[in-house]
């Protein structure tokens, strides 16, 4: 077995934690981590860099291969789809996005994505020509998604999915409430979100099981999904500011600040005297630069409450750093 090195893990950990803003440096320790079997981390690493890069295309497109090679397609094609949506022009995007879909049994989108690949081609012509002769192979001759086996599913698993069925509060219950799932904590999870899954399709205007739903997709690391479910708990009860504040959440983890900017001022208009949501719209002001507005955010939570230590300090930094670039000018 090869000697893992750990001199050079480290030198692509510093390198990303000195310039987070440069996209190379997450790929290349994300990339890294991948040829030394750990995935989950490579994919950790990646979910960071999305609040962090300037360009976020080249990360949703390692994301999107990893989870497609570990057989969540559902995933990887959400992720290869924003690396597309980001970098329309990017031959290597479009041409992975439509083999897999092919992988995924998608055959007729997969054809079609390969043909815009064939466009953008250039000097790779022929290898997307051959590739779209494949997709167009794989059309003629299946009518539809490929059959796959269904997943084998533990009597733990099974046991979960009825109870989550019949009682869907029980779902947060679930929920680590430090660190990580284990790969038990994982099996419990992904049982009760194959059950609010079945719950959100049969009640489609239950708020709360989307929200639920939200939570668990969460924990298992599908920030697609969870975005997807809070964002639709969002439609169905515009009220409802626990979904509000995870749809925040999750924008930030999905590299999305004007959207999690949005949503919390949506909650700070629906609660007004919650000095924390102040304080969580303030720290995405700041993190955009945008201090003066952070500023006001930071002095309406200290309005709710006058011993919030931390809107103090924020309004003095923040001060301190204007007193500074005026002494500069």
């Known amino acids: 077995m090869r000697r893992h090195d750990y001199e050079k893990e480290a030198v692509l950990r510093e390198q990303a934690r000195q310039e987070p803003a440069r996209t190379q440096a997450h790929t290349a320790l994300a990339a890294w981590l991948v040829r030394t079997g750990r995935l989950a981390q490579a994919c950790e690493v990646l979910r960071a860099a999305l609040g962090l890069a300037e360009r976020t295309g080249p990360i949703h497109h390692l994301l999107g291969l990893i989870l497609c090679g ?51 081609a250039g000097d790779e012509g022929a290898v997307a020509a051959w590739l779209l002769r494949v997709g167009e192979r794989c059309v003629a001759s299946s009518g539809g998604r490929a059959a796959r086996r269904p997943p084998h599913v533990s009597r733990h698993a099974a046991v979960i999915e009825r109870i989550v069925s019949r009682d869907p509060e029980v779902a947060e219950a679930l929920i680590p409430r430090k660190g990580s799932p284990g790969s038990r904590q994982r099996e419990t999870l992904r049982a009760a979100r194959r059950a609010l899954a079945r719950l959100a399709a049969d009640h489609p205007a239950h708020a709360d099981v989307h929200f639920g739903l ?29 979904a509000c504040l995870l749809s925040v959440r999750l ?47 930071y002095r309406q939570a200290l309005q709710i409450d006058g011993n919030c230590q931390e809107a103090h300090q924020a309004i003095e930094a923040l001060a301190t750093a204007a007193a500074g670039e005026g002494g500069e000018a």
């Open 70 to 120: 570990a057989g969540d397609y559902e995933s990887g094609l959400r992720h290869l789809k924003r690396a597309v949506a980001r970098e329309p022009a990017r031959f290597g995007f479009v041409r992975d996005l439509g083999l897999a879909e092919g992988a995924a049994g998608h055959t007729a989108s997969s054809a079609e994505t390969l043909k815009q690949a064939a466009a953008l």
């Open 214 to 242: 939200s939570v668990v997709a969460e924990q298992l690391g599908e920030i697609d999904r969870a975005i997807e479910a809070a964002e639709k708990a969002l439609t169905i009860n515009p009220h409802y500011v626990e």
């Open 251 to 297: 924008h930030e983890k999905s590299g999305e600040p004007k959207r999690a900017e949005q949503r919390c001022r949506q909650a700070a208009h629906l609660r007004p005297r919650w000095a924390d949501v102040h304080l969580r719209l303030g720290r995405l002001l700041r993190q955009q630069g945008r201090h003066g507005e952070a500023a006001d955010a």
